[in-house]
């Protein structure tokens, strides 16, 4: 790559951090705000939950719409009107004082936003680091640790300096950072990387019919469902998990700071881990979706003990801080570099079906035995389903990865000077798999 394309390459990798730092901190918040919210709106547990329910998870229900928002304009496009929603979301939620309006204006609004703002990161990181995309999503994705490093004490001091209605302003102006970020997303238009990319709009949306036909693929996407269920209920309902068994709300905020640091240290070695002759990353999957099944079903068995949600946060965050690095390499295994978009697109919808089902499923059950034990073997039952999915996936592909071939495909890049663009072959060594015919159909 020319130097021009390595500062480019760099600029947004360095952006894409920066959005999901910002993300971060108001995504991993959301346990912290649910606690405030029980308190103001004296709502049953499963109620109050759907409104970090919502919020957490339309940001990747909304994965198809980023993903033809992308594929019509543009990835800075995309953020900019996420950004934009995302805003408008926390700034009304401020002055709203119903806890159904605040699933329209802080669940719906603002997590339409978060999903709008979100996909454009792997997407834009993925076209721009081709051969070392493993590495770049570590990096891109440490950008979510530092943000719930810092997410757990940050919203609790603005709740306990501003009350509920000030964090949401505060909020609004903490995120509004990822407007700018998304102004540096500037990649090689998707259209000029495949003769395939001037389909018309019918046949976009059959991308995901096609999709949907990878039987390797499809496995992975079916754990990710599972894996997200559990996910989203120690997001929303860790905090108030530990509080019920002794822990101060000071003590449950920082534990988000513990899984913070896991998480980026996770993210980093896997993504190390992945990159070029590396460990396999679905078999990598495979083993931290295990040991993320493990923590979690055995975590009531010691969550009492003084130091019990520490050393939960501390494994959980290393087990689980991997498995977002996988995304877009798998991606690319499984469907290649001109459906990298949709895939992506398809995946986020799924994850955010399966991590929508969870907080309010967990706040039910706690609202009918008084406890979150039940809620938390049944998630890391989930998880444990899911690293099945994995290794299903890893078995079936297997007949699959015995040949290679090389293709030569063109490769653009955009000269930054003066927006011209040069084109260059480029040699592509890729696996020789039954889901890659997708591209022979579309």
Known sequence: MSPVGCGRAGGVLLAAFGIQFFIGVQVYGTGIIHLSLLDVFQRDDATTSVVGSLFVNLMSITGPLASYFIDRWSCRVTVLIGGVLLVVGLVTSSFVNSLWLLMVTNGIISGIGNGLTLLPCPVSVGYSFRDHSGLAMGIMTAGVGIGMLVSGPLIQYLLDTYGLSGTYLMSAAIVSHVIPCGMLLKTPPKKNLTPAATKHRVEFFKTYIKLVKAPSFMFVLV?????????????????????????????ASFLFTVIGIGTILSRLTVG?????????????????????????????????????PMIFASLYGIYSGGLLVFTVPLCLEFVGMQHLNSALGLWYLLLGLGSLIGPPLAGLVFDLTGSFDISYIFSGLFVLSAAACSLFASVWRKPENETRTTQRVPEIWAAAENGSVVVRDHEVHMKEQSENLISNDI
């Not at 108030?240 to 822990?247: H, M």
């Not at 679905?282 to 009492?304: D, E, H, K, Q, R």
Request: proline share 8%; glycine share 10%.
């Open 223 to 251: 754990g990710s469902i599972l894996w997200n269920i559990a996910y989203a209920v120690i997001m929303i309902h860790l905090p108030n998990f530990v509080v019920q068994n002794g822990s101060s709300r000071s003590e």
């Open 272 to 308: 190390l881990a992945t990159g070029p002759k590396g460990l396999d990353p679905l078999l990598l999957n495979f083993g931290l979706t295990a040991l993320m099944g493990a923590v979690i079903v055995t975590f009531p068995l010691y969550v009492t003990y003084p130091k019990g």
